[in-house]
């Protein structure tokens, strides 16, 4: 049992460039989520869906775009990186109400 | 919209002596709670969690937490630090206003924790 995996684990990018940050879960969980990881500034919600087909966005959306089309897979795309999106960018899953949330080991994206 | 707020960017200890990081969350209704660590360079993993039942929780590696509802806190403690808790410790709430808002968590900044020998 994998869990949720997260790849590439580092990425360097060039302003302006496009990527696409992979998700998958092996727990048939519905809910899925990209948080970003700032210093000082916890975790703060990108995107999320709550199943195949339904997505949403969360506190920070711009610049990022998702999809989901099955349910073990949510990638992340970043449309035209910006040094501002330098950060530890994290998926998570989560199975129902107040149950564990379930990360990923994260990417470290790099925009120069 | 929930807010939480952890006192303290960075706590030290010493090796053996009791660790409190504190977490207060702004709700007019308890929401769920949640005590995350990162160790460095990996994802978070859940230390505890209160829903509903027993205000005082307790977790993995001798944490616990307890909730009080009169002064919306949730503070984590451990009576003996050792050097493998150096860590950031993150707070998070659930909002139970929907069933979408119950899956999401809102995070607190996170506490850097070091333990001195």
């Known amino acids: 049992n994998a869990g949720v995996t997260q790849t590439p684990k580092f990425q360097v990018l060039k302003t302006g460039q496009s990527m696409t940050l992979q998700c998958a879960q092996d727990m048939n969980h519905e809910y899925m989520s990209w948080y970003r990881q700032d210093p000082g500034m916890g975790l703060r919600l990108i995107h999320y869906s709550v199943g195949a087909g339904i997505t949403d966005q969360g506190e920070v959306p711009n610049g990022y775009n998702v999809s989901r089309s099955t349910t073990e897979d949510f990638p992340l795309r970043l449309l035209s990186a910006a040094p501002s999106q330098t950060s530890v960018y994290f998926c998570?899953?989560?199975?129902?109400?107040?149950?564990?949330?379930?990360f990923g080991q994260g990417t470290r994206l790099t925009v120069v | 919209a929930q807010s939480v707020t952890q006192l303290g960017s960075h706590v030290s200890v010493s090796e053996g002596a009791l660790v409190l990081l504190r977490c207060n969350y702004s709700?007019?209704?308890?929401?769920?709670l949640f005590w995350y660590v990162q160790y460095p360079n990996q994802g978070l993993q859940l230390l505890l969690k209160y829903t509903t039942g027993a205000t005082l929780v307790k977790g993995i590696n001798g944490f616990e937490a307890e909730f009080k509802k009169s002064e919306t806190s949730f503070h984590l403690t451990k009576p003996s630090a050792h050097m493998s808790d150096a860590a950031e410790y993150f707070c998070a709430v659930s909002d139970l206003g929907s069933p979408i808002s119950a899956r999401q968590l809102t995070f607190g900044s996170g506490t850097q924790l070091t333990v001195l020998p």
């Open positions: 998570a899953s989560v199975r129902g109400r107040g149950t564990e949330a379930f």
């Open positions: 709700s007019s209704v308890p929401p769920y």
